[in-house]
Structures are given as structure tokens and as C-alpha cells.
């Protein structure tokens, strides 16, 4: 399964390791004049951009509000002290004032004052979102197109005689094999969509509660204890990150998708509807769906009299019963067992 935390725990350290002569830079460094200071604090701004992700060092504007942002935090007069910290808390602290100054950006961008070269995330993926689930939809109803219809000639071959000398059996058994593969691994990557929308959904709920919480933190008060606030501002540059993350695995979903369609190029260039046609001539193409409801029937049930050491489970008396780790991707042993290899699924 593509969708898992080690994988974005695998990105951030990839990201991380780019990162790390900018921050052994800033962590290592013995300034004592006035320029050193100076320069030691760009260099702290740039290093809370790059790790926050919201705008590029190279522009100006975003410099400038970025330094604004952790002046209010962290004025240069602060550096004194943090050259005095040992390697390890210097790096705590630049992560705690990255997150702050993000929070801080972001609440600026909200409110209009600010927000430069910060892509509006929860727009884009809403609009990436559904893009993508439609994109595997398309994709998945023409690979279950394919399956029923290779399904149906195979089937045909087993039960007519002499149809079998017509076609090429062996091919489509390794085609409808080919695209049921195709086929799960597409229901894998839209059940890490569905999940992705559900994610992003609830970020942004959070997002926009702790919007508005901070606001009417910020209005109700004069001054506002910087203990108080700072954890507001961090919640903020968290909630984004999720944003951010799902930005990234929905681009490697997309990429895997993409990187898909050169497996799938046989069927499109071999098996053309001018070769499937005639093979399906007074043929009946049914779909998993109905295969599965024609089969349901009491008469069809399994004896459990005749298994008294087993366990049986069915769909209508089993909670969650399509989320049960099936065996084989839930298709039917016995089909792939009798049929030789015919993969159709399970009841």
C-alpha cells in the first residue's frame, strides 16, 4: 500500500538531508560582528523558508515578510543567546521558530496582509482530488471492460467445443490475468484517494476552527501572552503540513498511474475491437457484479453442516466484511484451481 507513513517519513528525511549544510551552517557558526549577525539571521530566515515550504528565499517580498514574521518572534538581538546553546538545542529552536514563523505567515495570509508565495493548498486539492479519482475511474472501468470481456472468451472456450482451436487461449488467460493485476492495484491506489479526501477534509475543518480560535484570541486582548499564542501559531503550521503531504502523495499516485499505462499498451495494440469482436459473437458479457448475484442464491450456500470445523462469514451478517483481509485479493481459489487460472471474484 502506497498511502503509509513511512513513506512520508521517508520524503521529510530526504528533505531533511538537502537541508542539513544550511543548518549545520547556521548551528556551527561563530559570529562576533555586526555583519556576521546579520548575515547569521538571513540565513536563519532562509532555513525556515526551505523547511517550511511556503515561498522561495530568492524572492524579495517573501524574504521580507518571512523576516518580519520572525522578527516578531525572534529579534536579532536574540542571537546572542542562541549561540550559546549546544548543537542540539540550536536545531530545536530553528524547528520551533520555523513552525511559528509558518503559523504566523499564515495567519497574516488569512487575515490579507501577507501570504506571499503561499499556494492556496485546500483549493488546489479539491480541484486535484476529484481530477485524479476520475482519472482511475476512467481507467478502471477500461480495464474491467477488458477482464469481463476476456472472462467471457475464456469461459466460451471451456464450454463450446471446438471454439478453442479458434483463439488463442493461453493469450487471453495471461491477458485477463495481466488486467485483473492492473485492475487491483488501481482499486489500491483509489482507496488511497478516498482516503487522501478524507484527510484533506478534515484538515481542513481543523485549519478553520484554529483560524478562528487564534483571531478571536488575537481581538479579545490587547497583548497576548506569547504562551498562549505560540502554540496557536504552531497548530497552524502543523495542520499545513498535512496539507503539504497530501500535496506529495497525491503526486506520486498520479506519477504511479501515469508510469501504469506502458503495461497496458498490449491490450490497446493486440487485443483491438476488430480481434475481440468476433470472438465475442453470441457471447453474453457479464460483469463481476452479476456473477456474484447469481450466485447468491440459498441453493448456491455452502453446507456448513458439511464443515462443522470451520467458521463461515457472510457479506449480509459480517460487519466490515469488504475490508477482511481476504486470500487471494478475494478471488475465487476454486475457479483459479478448476478453470486454470481464470481469476473471478469471490462470494
Avoid at 528525511?13 to 549544510?21: A, F, I, N, T
Avoid at 490475468?177 to 478534515?202: G, T
Avoid at 506529495?248 to 503495461?263: C, E, G, R, T, Y
Wanted: aromatic fraction near 8%; proline fraction near 4%; charge should be neutral.
Amino acid at each position: 500500500k502506497w498511502y503509509h507513513v513511512p513513506f512520508l517519513e521517508e520524503h521529510r528525511r530526504v528533505l531533511e538531508s538537502r537541508l542539513q549544510p544550511v543548518v549545520r551552517d547556521i548551528t556551527d557558526s561563530r559570529a562576533r560582528t555586526r555583519d556576521e549577525f546579520e548575515s547569521l539571521y538571513r540565513k536563519m530566515v532562509s532555513c525556515a523558508l526551505l523547511k517550511s515550504g511556503l515561498g522561495s528565499p530568492t524572492d524579495i517580498s517573501v524574504v521580507r515578510e518571512a523576516t518580519a514574521a520572525l522578527q516578531s518572534v525572534f529579534p536579532q538581538t536574540e542571537l546572542g543567546n542562541f549561540l550559546q546553546l549546544n548543537k542540539v538545542d540550536k536545531e530545536k529552536q530553528l524547528r520551533e521558530l520555523t513552525q511559528i514563523m509558518t503559523g504566523i505567515r499564515l495567519f497574516n495570509r488569512n487575515a490579507g496582509k501577507g501570504g506571499q508565495g503561499i499556494d492556496d493548498l485546500p483549493a488546489i486539492l479539491s480541484e486535484a482530488i476529484p481530477a485524479t479519482k476520475q482519472n482511475l475511474d476512467v481507467e478502471l472501468q477500461r480495464t474491467t471492460q477488458l477482464v469481463f470481456k476476456y472472462t467471457a472468451i475464456i469461459e466460451k472456450a471451456a464450454s463450446v467445443v471446438g471454439y478453442r482451436d479458434e483463439i488463442p487461449v493461453e493469450f487471453i488467460k495471461q491477458a485477463q490475468i495481466n488486467c485483473r493485476q492492473h485492475e487491483v492495484f488501481l482499486r489500491i491506489l483509489m482507496n488511497d484517494v478516498v482516503i487522501s479526501a478524507e484527510k484533506v477534509a478534515l484538515y481542513e475543518r481543523g485549519f478553520q476552527d484554529k483560524m478562528q480560535f487564534l483571531k478571536e484570541t488575537v481581538q479579545s486582548k490587547t497583548a497576548v501572552p506569547t504562551a498562549q499564542v505560540y502554540p496557536l501559531f504552531v497548530d497552524l503550521s502543523v495542520l499545513w503540513l498535512g496539507f503539504q503531504d497530501e500535496m506529495v502523495l497525491l503526486s506520486v499516485l498520479s506519477n504511479i498511474l501515469a508510469n501504469l499505462d506502458p503495461f497496458t499498451n498490449i491490450h490497446r495494440e493486440k487485443m483491438t475491437d476488430d480481434v475481440l469482436e468476433p470472438l465475442l459473437t453470441n457471447v453474453i458479457i457479464r460483469t463481476d457484479q452479476e456473477r456474484v448475484a447469481e450466485s447468491m442464491k440459498a441453493k448456491d450456500r455452502i453446507d456448513r453442516t458439511s464443515y462443522k470445523k470451520l467458521e463461515w462469514h457472510y457479506p449480509e451478517t459480517t460487519k466490515d466484511f469488504e475490508h477482511l483481509p481476504f486470500e487471494y485479493k478475494g478471488f475465487c481459489s476454486f475457479s483459479a484451481a478448476a478453470s486454470d487460472r481464470l481469476l473471478l471474484p469471490s462470494n
